[in-house]
């Protein structure tokens, strides 16, 4: 859409084609209805939040950094607010309010849209894309033609992954998918156990033998696959590439206190409350559930009292107190993902146009770029800002 915005206010004559009855079907779900659309960092901070391929945005991000959308929001009549973490969201905490927005401006600018109209190929002449081919056989041609098919998460939503076919046909590299920003999951009968607890303020760290790959404090949640929640969707962006055997996710339950104070803090406890049994004085430290459990996976008996404690069974609490390992199966299927990794190498696509170096007249943008962030409006402003750019390039004739 924003695509489409940018070539026709260049001047172009635009076409859009959207397979689906409406447009925007994805930015409607997004932000839970709310739509977090951008986030208004600087750019830096913009892309230390980028965790693939950060530095192919520099150009996008300059031409259109998210205080400029924002303003573009409101200008088109959808005034926006900056939450905690600097989330940008529409003022009526409506998603559909920024499709209407996009929407009012395609027609105001005349552009034309075509709905139902799932494009099947791309049409090519040499080295040149001239135009684009519907199924059923309608052509439309064209001096340029962007494609914006997105990735491969919720499918029904009309991104399935159309466009991998086309470029890969016309000689790009193409990463395959895979999930990002989803819920990992867990064999473990223990974790499934604790299915609908939420932890606040822990750390949650992954790695890969010793390489630290994310850490981060924050907020989790046991499901009944897993793990879930804010925390563990910024981590499963660094697993999304590895196999789930050779990584590990630890949680610090106490990033306060280091292990030497969570040490006195037990003791503490234990000379003030040593008739209590285990499971009952550790409710002090842990939600009562967690407090349950915790005796077991640390193979102390919770029913003990607190005064028969040995010391390296103290110890042992302390050591998985502060790193409980969770055993991991995988993460979830790439359809639940929030964000598809892979897509068109960046490589093959010229960062200050968005034109493909292989084909001209070929502009990509969006998630079907292999370009993916963290939760916070990231992904939909790199979808934003790409096709803004593509847009505009492509109606100069870059
Ligand atoms: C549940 C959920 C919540 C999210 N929340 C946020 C959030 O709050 N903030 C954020 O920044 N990101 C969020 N995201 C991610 C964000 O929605 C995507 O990264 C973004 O929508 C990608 O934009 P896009 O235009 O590249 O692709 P899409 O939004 O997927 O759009 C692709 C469009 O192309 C159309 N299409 C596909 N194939 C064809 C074809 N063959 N012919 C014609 N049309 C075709 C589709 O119908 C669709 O309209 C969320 C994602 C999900 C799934």
Redesign the pocket.
């Known amino acids: ?2 695509a489409a915005i940018a070539a026709r206010r260049e001047g172009a004559n635009v076409t859009l ?4 009855e409406k ?5 409607y ?4 209805g ?6 208004a960092c600087d750019p830096d901070a913009f892309q230390r939040n980028v965790v693939k391929n950060p530095r192919f945005l520099f150009s996008a991000l300059s031409v259109l950094p998210p205080k400029a959308l924002m303003d573009l929001l409101e200008e088109m009549g959808c005034p926006v607010m900056v939450e905690r973490g600097d ?1 940008v ?1 529409p003022r009526s905490e409506r ?1 559909s309010d920024v499709t209407r927005a996009f929407e009012n401006e395609l027609r105001r600018l005349g552009v034309r849209v075509i709905y139902n ?4 190929n791309l049409l090519t002449q040499g080295e040149r894309c001239i135009g ?1 081919e ?2 059923g056989g309608r052509s439309f041609m064209a001096d340029a033609v962007i494609v ?4 491969q ?2 499918v029904s ?7 991998w076919k086309w470029l890969e046909e016309l000689g790009h590299t193409l990463y395959p998918p895979r999930p990002s ?1 989803v819920g990992l999951m867990s064999g473990a009968d223990w974790v499934k156990e604790l299915q609908g607890l939420a932890l606040k303020n822990v750390r949650l760290t992954l790695t890969r033998g010793k390489k630290k790959l994310y850490s981060d404090i924050g907020e989790m949640l046991f499901t009944h696959f897993g793990v879930s929640g804010p925390l563990v969707l910024s981590a499963s962006a660094y697993a999304a590439e590895l196999v789930p055997s050779e990584v590990t996710i630890s949680l610090d339950l106490k990033p306060g206190l280091s292990s030497e104070q969570l040490d006195r803090r037990l003791q503490r406890d234990i000379d003030e409350s040593g008739k209590k049994m285990l499971r009952t004085l550790l409710c002090g430290l842990y939600p009562s559930r967690l407090a349950e459990l915790m005796p077991a996976l640390c193979g102390v008996d919770g029913n003990k009292t607190a005064n028969d404690l040995t010391r390296e069974e103290r110890l042992r609490l302390v050591e998985n107190g502060k790193g409980l390992v969770i055993p991991l199966a995988g993460l979830c299927s790439l359809n ?5 990794r892979g897509g068109v190498s960046v490589k093959d696509i010229n960062p200050a146009t968005m034109e493909s170096k292989r084909i001209s007249g070929l502009y990509v ?5 292999d370009v ?2 963290l ?10 800002c ?2 803004y750019l593509a847009g505009s390039s492509a109606a100069k004739g870059n």
């Not at 084609?17 to 689906?20: D, I, Y």
């Open positions: 859409m924003l084609l959207e397979r689906n447009l925007g079907k994805k930015v779900i997004t932000g839970k709310r739509c977090n659309v951008t986030n989330r969201f998603a109209a799932r494009v099947k684009a519907l199924m914006c098919t997105g990735g998460s919720y939503t009309g991104s399935s992954g159309d466009g920003l639940e993902a929030i964000v598809t943008a969006g998630e079907f770029l993916d962030a939760t916070g409006g990231f992904n939909l402003h790199i979808a934003f790409t096709g």
